[in-house]
């Protein structure tokens, strides 16, 4: 059996020339979830639509459950759920009908997982109401109840927190953690809410004009986004001596350039500032640095003027 739920090797999708999808090669394991990150037309949702079966790819190959061959990834499709761009679902009908008719099409017997999912989604109580008069949130929630109608092994959610309120928002984070962490579910999310993302993924896919470009962990993430003091001085040989002699710290970097990154007294920035002058340190710079995820985004694809 295959370590990994799906691997895709130099994958790409080619409309009248233009490369949506360039060679992207990937690879997700189970129980983790997966921050799709990418600006507007970047190749995120026709990525996600290759590996759903929605779009055939120009050449490349994917792999799904350890299976290649086109029929048997076509059965293995049947453990995933997916909500790509917009949410499947019928504007005249009810939340309750849009379960059954989904429920019934897949073929799943089961008729109380249409209320324990409404429930879940917290919209049972929308009763005779048609979706077309539901808000978008509530559009995107009862999107989220469908794909889980068949207890999927491997979840693709297209912003799926997308006009949802931060409750929502929360609640959501709350339901897909809880699904990675207690099925063992793998997860593959994309949002354009940065911050939120970074509260939920495990594992960050950053894609830019169809390719990928970089691939880390949330720990290797926070390892480049690390907060720190950024000094620099005349003297770094004096600089980094008081450091350790005075502020009794060795958790610091000196970079290519002499400045040091101090990761320490983070919130003490005084402290370190009165240190070096008593000590007659000649400070030419004293200033808060680091990063978020948007920060690193933005670096990843080059600046502000390109997201």
């Known amino acids: 059996m295959s370590e990994y739920i799906l691997k895709t090797t130099n994958l790409t999708k080619t409309y009248k020339g233009y490369h949506a999808v360039n060679n992207v090669s990937i690879a997700l394991e189970p129980g983790k979830i997966y921050g799709l990150v990418g600006r507007n037309g970047a190749g995120k949702s026709t990525l996600m639509r290759l590996i759903a079966g929605l779009s055939y790819p120009s050449s490349g190959e994917i792999e799904l459950f350890g299976h290649t061959q086109e029929s048997e990834i076509q059965i293995e499709r049947r453990r995933m759920g997916c ?24 073929g799943i017997p089961n008729e109380e997982i249409e209320d324990e999912l409404l429930t879940l989604l917290d919209i049972s109580n929308t009763a005779k109401k048609k979706v077309k008069n539901f808000s978008l949130g509530m559009k995107q929630r009862l999107g989220i109840a469908i794909t889980l109608l068949n207890n999927p092994e491997f979840l693709i959610l297209d912003e799926p927190i997308n006009g949802l309120d ?56 926070d390892e480049h986004c690390k907060h720190y003091l950024l000094l620099q001085s005349t003297d770094v040989c004096k600089l980094v001596n008081v450091i350790e002699r005075k502020l009794n710290t060795t958790n610091f970097k000196v ?12 919130d003490d920035k005084e402290l370190v500032g009165k240190t070096l002058f008593e000590n007659e340190v000649a400070v030419t710079n004293l200033s808060n640095e680091g990063g978020t995820l948007e920060d690193y985004f933005i670096s990843m694809v080059g600046g502000i003027d390109n997201v």
């Open 166 to 221: 931060p409750l929502g928002v929360v609640e959501i984070r709350k339901l897909l953690i809880k699904l990675c962490d207690e099925k063992n579910m793998t997860i593959l999310i994309s949002s354009h809410n940065l911050p939120e993302m970074y509260q939920l993924a495990t594992d960050y896919i950053f894609i830019n004009k169809g390719e990928i470009i970089e691939t880390l962990t949330l720990e290797e993430l």
């Open 83 to 106: 909500m790509i761009e917009s949410p499947s679902i019928n504007l005249s009908m009810t939340a309750k009908e849009n379960m059954r008719l989904h429920r019934i099409i897949r």
């Open 255 to 266: 970079m290519p350039d002499n400045s040091v990154q101090l990761f320490d007294y983070i």
